[in-house]
């Protein structure tokens, strides 16, 4: 049985830094491609980052780049977001995803499998 399970979110200032896992059962990591989305209240699911399973190349929204960095432990099967200099707007629930996903990498529809979300609050 497949499942994501987050951890590591919680309420931080602006400008500070959260690390988010994703503990992964029933599978392997490396044989999917996973990574990270989020939903922001009255908002629609938003790609964060993810890592192909063919190569390990990772993708960023734009929005995030050169903020949140994502990696994983095999050893482990742990997947990780790194989020450092937190800006109100990263405030969302954060989704752990795993997949195959064919081209759209941060299409929502395209993984088959989601954590239960672990909500990230950024606020003075």
């Known amino acids: 049985q497949v499942q994501l399970v987050e951890s590591g979110g919680g309420l931080v200032q602006p400008g500070g830094s959260l690390r988010l896992s994703c503990a992964a059962s029933?599978?392997?990591?490396?044989?999917?491609?996973i990574g990270w989305f989020r939903q922001a209240p009255g908002k629609e699911r938003e790609g964060v980052s993810c890592?192909?399973?063919?190569?390990?190349?990772?993708f960023y929204a734009d929005s995030v780049k050169g903020r949140f960095t994502i990696s994983r432990d095999n050893a482990k099967n742990t997947l990780y977001l790194q989020m450092n200099s937190l800006k109100p707007e990263d405030t969302a629930v954060y989704y752990c995803?795993?997949?195959?996903?064919?081209?759209?990498?941060?299409?929502?529809?395209?993984?088959?499998?989601w954590g239960q979300g672990t909500q990230v609050t950024v606020s003075q």
């Open positions: 995803v795993a997949g195959r996903p064919y081209s759209d990498y941060f299409g929502w529809d395209e993984y088959d499998y």
């Open positions: 029933g599978f392997a990591l490396e044989t999917y491609t």
């Open positions: 890592i192909r399973s063919s190569d390990w190349y990772t």
